[in-house]
Structure formats: structure tokens, C-alpha cells
């Protein structure tokens, strides 16, 4: 690898996955009605075998809790150093070299209003020998009502993806969304954990520039359409059977989370940062 | 085996779950101020792979959601059939006979009050080509203050269980004590579940008579003295961030049950009664 043209590369990744936080940061506080904003916290990784004094990277935390946003998290990072044995073998391009480089962007949001669908959004670019794109969005109705691949937020907001999947590759959208399908699948329950988006991982086309702009126009379809969506529900009227179906769902959530999210599993299980991996997790939530 | 001598086993070990099952919900119901009481529901086990028709047992489930206890479940169940390829080498004594027997009593119960503590207890005997049993209790206060090892709740507690184990054998307490404390553990936490119990699995001293006399005694003690450490916090005074750190301390304990609980996970994933092992989840949870 060109290491000077992928120090490059890192850096144009890593200041975007900053420049999208900021704008989606900016879209949801302004639908904030009594100003609530996020509070940011900086992070360093640790790693477990070290001594703590070796750089190896870290990340910011921005936490909103709100009134239209009960709870939002848009969270940033860039890590590196070099991976276990065990992780060697799992990671594409680890086997021989086992350094590693990864820079993305995490967001999920649970709105106040049940009638707001919650969603979830990451992109992210990672370095080994090889280096690829990850990452994708997804859509959560809370209601029933809403659950269905007609309801006019699930609509538009594949709509989105399907336009910035459209601008590059007319293959993306399809693939991209039945891997999502499968992917926030609830076996359990038999049941999806939403009404879908995408969902990409290992994307190097060959051309680093156009699977990086592909990757920007993920990121920007989710702070042009999200925000849309949710602004419209925000205000609507609910009564307290909708906020509890809207706490039982969020309990799907937690499972889906706790017990198939691969990155959430890998991040707890290696030692990751423990607060920002479970801020996903939804405020309040039933059982019932 | 002989057949008829561990066919009397399994009749008298289910007739005891059954019974203590209807001894912990009378005394449980007698707590709660207007009368709410345990709604009762049956299930059958069905096998993925047959058709239906096939008897393979299954359980009565009892959830409560009064006004003392915001949810309880005491379910008793019992099953038998032959072990998939998959688990005939995971059990024991199931590699050359995967038949199996299994007959439990699994009990939750999560007060409304946060001054008292919730409770987790459950005992089993299973029966391969040998025959076992396995179970235990542990208490999990919710609020930080209550979580110490000399609180009142832990030291009744742990005398109970002490006075159970002691009966029958003096190295039980310590033994049982010690893989109560590293089971419920929550590594990503580097925090305990609660303040500890006891936790046996394999009890199999050469003398049925004697283990299944220890079972039951480690019910007993259950019935004795959870029902009285639940009755002297039921009705304090608390205030709303006390109920906030209750919500957030069972979050923790969502967190253990769908990452790390053996059971859990082995019933959600082998197509296990859903509502049944799920029904375990708390009533209201939060994250921060």
C-alpha cells in the first residue's frame, strides 16, 4: 500500500465522519423546542495488554437528551493499533500484518413521540492490508400501525437510500437493502427488528474515491431524510397505550442489541468503550 | 437406570415443583395490598423438526403484575425427548442416549418498590443416562446502598441459604456461595449482578434421596425468606431518583440475562418457549 496516499485517504475519511456529526448534530437540536443540545465527551481507547501510555486513538461522544429527542447519540471515532491473535484471523487483510486503522460514525436516535420512528445510522472506513467501507442505515417505527413497508416514512426514507444507492451503482440498493433485511432480524421472535434501509460492509470496488463519495452520500441521505421524517411526528398527539406499545418495542431493540449485534458484542466482549457502545441503548423500555 | 425406581424420581421431583410452585405464589399474593394475583397459562413443547403430534411436555407458567410485585413469574415445566446431534455432546451422559428428562421450577420477581430487592431462584433435575440437579438463588438490590454484603436483605439472605446448605453438607454453602458470585458477573461491567446466593449444577453425591432432600430445602429457603426481606421494604417511602436507579439497575440486569445467561441464551436459540424465558425480562428499565 501507498502509505502516504492512505494517510491521506484516513484523513479525508476521518474529517468527514466529523463534518457529518456536525451537520446532523446542528439538524437535530434545531427541532429541539426548548433548546436542548448535545453534550460532547472525548474518549481515549485503552488497550488491556498495554501500559496505557500508547496512542491508540480514541473518539467523541455526543449525547442529546431532549424533549422531541428522548435520547440521541452521534458518535464518532478513529482507532488503530494492532489486533489480537484471535482477531487476526477474523479481520479481511489481518492475517499477515495485523495493524489496523478504522474511522466511522455512529448514530442512534429514540425520539420522545411513539409516533417517531427511531433509526440508526453508521458508516465507517477501515484499514488493514486492505482497506473498504461499512456501514448503512435503518428505519424503526414504534407503532404497529406503522410497521409496514407502505407507511410514509418507511416510503421516504428508502426513497433516500435508494437515490443516493441510484447515483452510484444500480446493484447497491436492492443488495444493500435485503442485506439489512437479514441483518436486524430477530429470530427469537420471529420478527424484523424494523422496516429496513441498508446495509453494507467489506465495499472496495477498486475505486477508493467512488466507494468514499458512495459513503458520504449514505451519510447525507440519513441528515436530509431522518430529520424530515422526524420533524412531522414530533408534535403529533399520543396517548399513554401508545407510549407503552412504543416502550415494548424499544424492548425488541434491547434485544436485538444485547443479543445478535455483532458490534455490539464484539465492542463489550474486547474491551471496548462500554459507555458509548450501550449509549444505543433506548431510555425507557418495557416488558411486559 | 432402573427404569421404575427413576420413573418415581421424576414423578415425585415434579409433584415438588408443583408444590412449592403453589406454596410461593400463595405467599407472594398474600403481599400484595388489593388482591392482584398470579394469572396462570399452560404451554407445549413442540420440536422444530417433528410434526406436531408428538408429546414432548412442556409447563405452566404464573406471572403476577400487582401492586407490591410490578412482575413475578414462578413457571414450572417439565420436558422430555431426545437431545439434537448438537447437544448430545454438550450434555452429560447424553452421548450414547440422547433421551432426556428435565423438570424445574424457575422463579423472577421484580418489586415495585426500589427499596426492595429483586430475586432470581430456580432449581431442576435432569435425567440422561445419569440423573442430577442443579439450581440455587441470588438476590439483586437496586439501589446502591442496599448493595453491600452486610445490608440486613443480603445477611438474611445469605443465612438462609447458609442454614439450607449447612443441613446437609459444610462445604456446600462456601462452594455454592463462590459460583453463585462468579456466575452472575457482568464483565463489561467489572461489576457483580447482586450481592450473591448460592448456584449448584450436577448434584450427584451417589445418594438421590439425599440431593433431592437438599433441592428441596434450597426451595424452602427461598419461600421463607424472600417473601419476609420483600415485606419489610414493600411498603417504605421512595422518591423518584430512587426509582430511577432501580429502572437503571435492571437495565444491568438485562444486559446480563441476554448477554451472558447460559439459560437464556440455550432457550432462545434451541426454540425454546419465548414468552416463558423471556417473561424474566424486568417490568420498566431505563438507561441513562
Known amino acids: 500500500m501507498d502509505e502516504k496516499l492512505w494517510n491521506q485517504r484516513k484523513q479525508s475519511a476521518a474529517d468527514w465522519f466529523r463534518q457529518l456529526r456536525d451537520a446532523l448534530c446542528a439538524r437535530l437540536e434545531s427541532l429541539e423546542p426548548e433548546g436542548a443540545v448535545?453534550?460532547?465527551?472525548?474518549?481515549?481507547r485503552k488497550d488491556h495488554a498495554g501500559d496505557g501510555s500508547?496512542?491508540?486513538?480514541?473518539?467523541?461522544?455526543s449525547m442529546l437528551h431532549g424533549q422531541a429527542f428522548e435520547k440521541a447519540g452521534v458518535h464518532i471515532s478513529t482507532v488503530y493499533g494492532v489486533f489480537s491473535e484471535e482477531f487476526r484471523k477474523q479481520v479481511a487483510g489481518a492475517e499477515d500484518d495485523?495493524?489496523?486503522?478504522?474511522?466511522?460514525?455512529?448514530?442512534?436516535i429514540h425520539p420522545t413521540n411513539p409516533n417517531a420512528p427511531t433509526a440508526h445510522m453508521n458508516t465507517r472506513m477501515v484499514v488493514t492490508t486492505k482497506g473498504w467501507f461499512g456501514g448503512g442505515g435503518d428505519l424503526?417505527?414504534?407503532?404497529?400501525?406503522?410497521?409496514?413497508?407502505?407507511?410514509?416514512?418507511?416510503?421516504?426514507?428508502?426513497?433516500?437510500?435508494?437515490?443516493?444507492?441510484?447515483?452510484?451503482?444500480?446493484d447497491y440498493y436492492p443488495r444493500f437493502k435485503e442485506q439489512c433485511d437479514?441483518?436486524?432480524f430477530l429470530p427469537h421472535r420471529n420478527e424484523t427488528r424494523g422496516t429496513g434501509g441498508i446495509f453494507y460492509d467489506h465495499l472496495d470496488?477498486?475505486?477508493?474515491?467512488?466507494?468514499?463519495?458512495?459513503t458520504q452520500d449514505v451519510g447525507r441521505a440519513f441528515v436530509d431524510i431522518y430529520p424530515e421524517i422526524a420533524k412531522r411526528r414530533i408534535d403529533l398527539p399520543y396517548d399513554?397505550?401508545?407510549?407503552?406499545?412504543?416502550?415494548?418495542?424499544?424492548?425488541?431493540?434491547?434485544?436485538?442489541?444485547?443479543?445478535?449485534?455483532?458490534?455490539?458484542?464484539?465492542?463489550?466482549?474486547?474491551?471496548?468503550?462500554?459507555?458509548?457502545?450501550?449509549?444505543?441503548?433506548?431510555?425507557?423500555?418495557m416488558w411486559k
Not at 448535545?38 to 481515549?44: D, I
Not at 495485523?98 to 442512534?108: E, H, K, Q, T
Not at 407503532?143 to 441510484?166: I, S
Open 38 to 44: 448535545f453534550e460532547r465527551k472525548a474518549w481515549q
Open 182 to 184: 437479514k441483518y436486524f
Open 205 to 214: 470496488s477498486g475505486d477508493w474515491d467512488a466507494d468514499f463519495a458512495f
Open 98 to 108: 495485523p495493524r489496523f486503522w478504522a474511522g466511522g460514525i455512529s448514530v442512534i
Open 240 to 285: 399513554e397505550a401508545m407510549r407503552h406499545e412504543q416502550m415494548q418495542r424499544r424492548g425488541r431493540y434491547v434485544e436485538f442489541n444485547l443479543l445478535y449485534d455483532r458490534g455490539t458484542m464484539f465492542g463489550l466482549k474486547t474491551g471496548g468503550n462500554v459507555e458509548s457502545i450501550l449509549s444505543s441503548m433506548p431510555p425507557t423500555v
Open 54 to 61: 500508547e496512542d491508540l486513538g480514541g473518539g467523541e461522544m
Open 140 to 170: 424503526t417505527p414504534m407503532l404497529d400501525a406503522a410497521r409496514t413497508p407502505d407507511h410514509q416514512d418507511t416510503v421516504d426514507f428508502h426513497a433516500a437510500y435508494k437515490a443516493a444507492c441510484d447515483k452510484h451503482d444500480s
